[in-house]
């Protein structure tokens, strides 16, 4: 049986989905509708006024957060998918069931803890 509400997970994941997708399309679009405000003092600091050398353009901090939004698609897709094939919550590489309570924090994870710290220690 499996250790999570798989509704209640795919709920989840369909709507993180929707969300990631409607931030893409804004920032690709040119919407301006997630932009963090901080630092812009409402005149509009374009990237030649910026500080040089700290301060990332606004061309260069969306991209970075598009960059994001795209990984974070792929994790949720492939989520869903292995929600779908029945290897959802199944760590892929040692096979065991990921407790419920990281898939809880962490709803789009692939690994166990025990592995995860062995990959992040860089001992694959
Ligand atoms: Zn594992």
New binding site residues.
């Given amino acids: 049986m499996a250790q999570f509400d798989e509704a209640a997970v795919r709920l989840r994941l369909t709507t993180d989905l929707q969300q990631v997708e409607r931030d893409i399309y804004a920032r690709t679009h040119g919407e301006q509708a997630i932009s963090p405000s901080e630092g812009i003092d409402g005149t509009g600091v374009t990237s030649e006024q910026s500080d040089e050398g700290t301060a990332l353009t606004e061309y260069e901090r969306n991209q970075a957060m598009l960059d994001n939004d795209r990984a974070l698609e792929s994790q949720i897709r492939a989520a869903i998918e292995r929600l779908d094939t029945g290897k959802y919550g199944i760590?892929?590489?040692?096979?065991?069931e990921?407790s419920a309570r990281r898939l809880e924090a962490l709803p789009y994870v692939t690994?166990?803890?025990?592995?995860?710290e062995l990959v992040e220690r860089g001992g694959a």
């Fill in positions: 760590c892929e590489r040692c096979g065991k990921i690994l166990c803890l025990d592995d995860q």
